[in-house]
């Protein structure tokens, strides 16, 4: 019993989507080089399907998705407090997420997966979160200003 061609092509192709997937690691920090409360990197451009880790280099720090400020349909995260979180992006777009306990201190971060499909989404209604900021208000804009 031969295999067919068309087959063979497709197990390679999703053997070869596997493989490339990639895995970025985003440190929850204290201090760095954008100043007080950060992710670094703050912005991040991956693949679709590629893993993102979030991991505590400071304790007091947690990683969660926006809903209001993701690709429609995505699935979001909420890392605990202190802990280390993966998540694997599964739709194309602009995410924005926090660390919840310092998102008034303007301690949040972007995503791009694939190409920034939604980011005139993103950037109309990102005021709303920078509104609550207390310190470093501009931040999120700046961050935004990087996507392409």
């Given amino acids: 019993m031969s295999i067919k061609p068309w087959f063979t092509a497709l197990l390679l ?7 490339l997937a990639a895995e970025h ?15 670094e990197p703050a912005v991040l451009k991956v693949a679709v399907g590629d893993t993102v ?6 304790p007091g720090h ?7 400020l993701s690709p429609a349909g995505a699935t979001g995260w909420k890392g605990e407090m202190g802990q280390k979180v993966s998540i694997t992006l599964d739709k194309e ?6 660390c919840l306990p310092h998102s ?20 109309a209604n990102a005021p709303a979160l920078s ?13 935004l200003s990087q996507v392409q």
């Fill in 13 to 19: 192709s999703s053997c070869t989507q596997s493989a």
């Fill in 25 to 39: 690691i985003v440190q929850m920090k204290n201090k760095g080089s954008d100043g007080t409360m950060v992710f």
């Fill in 53 to 58: 880790h979030f991991e505590p280099s400071d």
């Fill in 62 to 68: 947690n990683a969660e998705s926006i809903p209001a």
């Fill in 93 to 98: 777009g602009v995410y924005l997420y926090q």
């Fill in 104 to 123: 008034i201190m303007a301690m949040v971060g972007v995503i791009v997966a694939g190409e920034a499909s939604n980011l005139a989404e993103i950037k």
């Fill in 131 to 143: 509104s609550t900021f207390v310190m470093n208000k501009d931040r999120l804009q700046g961050y």
